[in-house]
């Protein structure tokens, strides 16, 4: 059963949605060559705090931190450690959410440490979140979830990969809808599944965590003994991106952007739905 939002409700997660961009912000700044990743997991408290706004992955199925902090190889899911110290030329995917009366917020960025990164790496990086955003893109009414899927498909295997090969589009993790819970009715995969059917159509009210996740190499994965950490399973590095998004009567709005997606939107033709806290 698939939760839809009245104006009001999104309102509230667009309240939350600030939040979360907020933790990526105040994240983003520490991310930095000696920070440990327990460092990065303070930060975010801090910003919860100050917001007054609850974790929602603190707790969620046992999780033990509020954000995850997944380095190089690791997909999604790392546990903020003081053990795992950033260093240069790392790459960190962070993914944390916010509470905000009951109403939840979700979103993912990829980080680089230091400097002297590979063209490789800065493109997987802008593949990923590329194919977010043209997900986002086909969140319009009358659509149905197959085509969200569809979309970042597609824009991922369009691009050329340096060296050669291709982009491995995670295949056990994906999106998923958002609103009273975190993770919640429908699971949004990052690729077409022609024997999942088309899926339900879009219409108002209906919100996504739109969150594709790549490697240099395999699709696939394996979770760690922590029963959490997922890695890709031939060590290759990987990217995480990920907006929570509502479809409103006037378009889409990205909750957890702070513009609410205007721009990058309006570079793809769209107009954004207006901001309800404007």
């Not at 995850?68 to 240069?88: A, M, R």
């Not at 990164?117 to 009414?141: C, F």
Request: proline share 6%.
């Amino acid at each position: 059963m698939v939760q839809i939002k009245s104006p009001e409700q999104i309102a509230k997660m667009r309240e939350a949605g600030l939040v979360v961009a907020a933790i990526h912000a105040a994240t983003r700044e520490a991310a930095v060559p000696g920070a440990s990743t327990r460092d990065l997991d303070q930060v975010a408290r801090k910003v919860l705090a100050e917001h007054d706004a609850k974790p929602n992955f603190l707790g969620y199925g046992g999780f033990p931190a509020t954000i995850c902090t997944s380095v190089n190889e690791v997909v999604v899911h790392g546990i903020p450690s003081d053990d795992v110290i950033l260093k240069d030329g790392d790459i960190i995917s962070i993914d944390c959410g916010a509470i905000i009366d009951g109403w939840h917020g979700d979103a993912a960025y990829t980080a680089f440490v230091g400097s002297g990164h590979s063209p490789e790496l800065v493109e997987l990086s802008r593949v990923t979140e590329e194919s977010m955003w043209a997900g986002i893109a086909a969140m319009k009414q009358g659509n149905r979830l197959v085509d969200v899927s569809r979309a970042i498909e597609t824009y991922i295997r369009r691009q050329p990969k340096p060296g050669g090969g291709k982009y491995g589009i995670i295949e056990d993790y994906g999106g998923h809808g958002i609103g009273t819970e975190m993770h919640m009715d429908p699971h949004l995969l990052n690729y077409v599944d022609r024997k999942r059917g088309k899926g339900p159509k879009l219409v108002p009210g209906f919100c996504l965590a739109i969150e594709p996740m790549v490697s240099l190499g395999t699709p696939r994965t394996e979770v760690l003994s922590d029963d959490w950490t997922v890695i890709t399973t031939d060590g290759t590095w990987s990217s995480h991106w990920e907006h929570s998004v509502a479809l409103t009567e006037q378009g889409p709005l990205v909750l957890t952007a702070p513009d609410g997606g205007k721009a990058k939107l309006a570079d793809l033709g769209i107009t954004a739905a207006p901001d309800p806290l404007a």
